[in-house]
């Protein structure tokens, strides 16, 4: 079981950034792809980054690649996603989720249900 917190959202003027962070509680940590994720009102949930167990791999949307930096940190069971040149369009409520990748250290999906654990979410907003 692993339990998963966002933070770092909130309210940024256009071309602005923020770092979130999901920090995750249970076990093995290390052996967990990670995923970021984000839903705008009226929307479908959309992948946005995805990064291996072992940080070699990361896939992002198209819409955020040189935007958008996805990285982790084992030590401390967390996973960030930085976010600069922000536009109005990423204004989201943004997930992080987990899924056991066991020994494949290049897994890195990007469907939400390729993914077993969710957190609650965090809200960015992106002023015009």
């Known amino acids: 079981q692993v339990q998963l917190v966002e933070s770092g959202g909130g309210l940024v003027q256009a071309g602005g950034s923020l770092r979130l962070s999901c920090a995750a509680s249970?076990?093995?940590?290390?052996?967990?792809?990670m995923g970021w994720f984000r839903q705008a009102p009226g929307k479908e949930r959309e992948f946005v980054a995805a990064i291996s167990w072992s940080g070699v791999s990361t896939s992002y949307v198209d819409s955020v690649k040189g935007r958008f930096t996805v990285s982790r940190d084992n030590a401390k069971n967390s996973v960030y996603l930085e976010m600069s040149s922000l536009k109005p369009e990423d204004t989201a409520v943004y997930y992080c989720a987990a899924v056991f990748a066991g020994g494949s250290m290049h897994y890195s999906p990007s469907r939400p249900n390729q993914y077993d654990y969710w957190g609650q979410g965090t809200q960015v907003t992106v002023s015009s």
């Open positions: 249970g076990r093995a940590f290390n052996m967990y792809a």
